[in-house]
């Protein structure tokens, strides 16, 4: 008996086998179906993810409370005991020049930038999380206590107070709630610049011994910062470095699921010699003449040849129904063949182990547990840069995570340079499993069998 036949053997039994045809070909399509319309908004490749981001400010704080409240402090609270009249009165002449609120609305969100991609309303806090519970925004943004007062109290006097700024997105959102905590962030990055710049300036006057002068000139000095903050540009622009094309859901989830789904092959893959030595399948192969090595090249190839049927149909599916495009036709086919030469000589070391151990507990733990792993870390479920940090650093495990960074870096139209360290990873990783099952597989014949 050829491998070709045993091959041929094998392919037919999972081809007629229903419930392999519907986890190993079915399921990914429809997994990638779903996800990638509930997930087409959190991507910007995404068709139609290119427009506005619409969010809801909370203003949590009273502007006419916080500004009376910030005058009371200056005039007649402890700051204002250590200012004359005339200091007292160009600070608060500043305040009322330069209003904060009209900073964050009008020359921050307000900026010709930012208006492009984002659309923000103010609304109660309740309405807020109504709107975003019912998916009718990307993220609510709120503004806290005291907000106002704060800011001011940062700006103008010596003191610096913590201005803490949340922003709350749904989770079906996750890419485009991050966009907007980035925004912000930047917002807040600017303002402690100005304050950070502030504090010298005070720290330096007093040094001088023109402390008295420090406050007849701050106002000047807060409003050539801010206006400096004015011209800066917060681009959220979806930039195509080198032509880089960004990716969309589906793109994401037509690679995350081949990728996933060709580790199941494996795993079924992992069982088939010890099936086949339980219906007594194996032991007539060697007596027939047919030694243990061609046998288990034969599963290797039964396998191989599975993720390859897999990969072709969910490569032909996504581009012909989803629209997916994959990038350079030559460069997804390296980067399958190897992926599916390292699952396949993955599944191949599993079966070896299973084969010798002579029950399914490993073949088990690999499918329920192992396959599983590899799906998280490797980002297949959750994208990689949305994880935790020391989930991210078992990327390394996954051999889903490598081909999945591959088949992303193509589809945004990188070089085969960028790819090289993960093509080499995959086959680096798919020669040791092949080396560990021929190490197991003549460390000791099998009872009640006599190789050929």
């Not at 917060?234 to 589906?250: C, D, H, M, Q, T």
């Not at 243990?292 to 191989?304: L, S």
Request: one cysteine or more; glycine letters at 6%.
């Amino acid at each position: 008996m050829r491998i070709s036949d045993i091959v041929r053997k094998d392919l037919k039994i999972i081809l007629n086998d229903k419930k392999a045809l519907a986890t190993l070909i079915i399921m990914p399509i429809i997994l990638t179906t779903i996800l990638g319309l509930a997930f087409s908004s959190s991507f910007i490749g995404s068709s139609g993810n290119k427009s506005r981001y619409n969010i809801v400010i909370v203003k949590k704080y009273d502007a006419n409370e916080d500004l009376k409240r910030f005058r009371e402090i200056i005039t007649d609270g402890t700051i204002g005991e250590k200012l004359s009249i005339k200091q007292k009165n160009m600070i608060l002449n500043q305040v009322q020049k330069l209003d904060v609120e009209e900073v964050f609305f009008k020359q921050f969100l307000g900026s010709n930038e930012l208006k492009k991609f984002i659309k923000y309303r103010i609304e109660d806090e309740n309405t807020a999380f109504k709107l975003l519970k019912d998916e009718k925004v990307t993220a609510v943004v709120i503004l806290p206590e005291n907000f106002i007062y704060d800011l001011n109290i940062s700006l103008y006097t010596s003191f610096r107070n913590e201005v803490n700024i949340k922003v709350l997105g749904n989770s079906k959102y996750a890419f485009s709630t991050q966009i907007i905590s980035e925004v912000m962030n930047g917002f807040a990055d600017m303002l402690s610049t100005i304050i950070i710049g502030k504090s010298i300036f005070i720290q330096t006057a007093m040094e001088e011994d023109v402390g008295a002068k420090v406050f007849e000139d701050i106002d000047k000095f807060i409003g050539n910062m801010i206006e400096d903050m004015g011209k800066i540009k917060a681009n959220i622009n979806y930039l195509r470095v080198e032509g880089k094309e960004p990716i969309s859901s589906f793109q994401y989830y037509a690679v995350g699921m081949a990728v996933m789904f060709i580790l199941f092959a494996s795993g079924y893959g992992s069982k088939a010699l010890l099936k086949e030595k339980n219906n007594v399948t194996y032991q007539r192969m060697i007596i027939a003449g047919v030694s243990r090595f061609k046998i288990v090249v034969g599963n290797f190839f039964t396998i191989f040849f599975l993720a390859l049927l897999q990969m072709l149909i969910m490569i032909s599916y996504s581009s012909i129904i989803l629209k997916v495009e994959w990038g350079s036709l030559l460069l997804v086919v390296i980067i399958s063949l190897c992926a599916i030469f390292s699952v396949a000589s993955l599944g191949t070391m599993i079966a070896v182990m299973t084969l010798k151990a002579g029950n399914y507990k490993i073949a088990n733990v690999f499918q329920n547990i192992i396959i599983q792993f590899m799906a998280l870390v490797g980002g297949s479920f959750v994208p990689y840069d949305l994880l935790p940090e020391f989930i991210q650093k078992l990327n390394f495990l996954s051999i889903n995570g490598m081909a999945l960074k591959s088949y992303l870096k193509v589809m945004m139209g990188y070089p085969v340079d960028e790819i090289k360290g993960h093509l080499f990873s995959l086959m680096i990783s798919g020669i040791i499993f092949l080396i560990f099952a021929i190490f197991i597989l003549v460390l000791k014949k099998e009872e009640g069998c006599v190789d050929v």
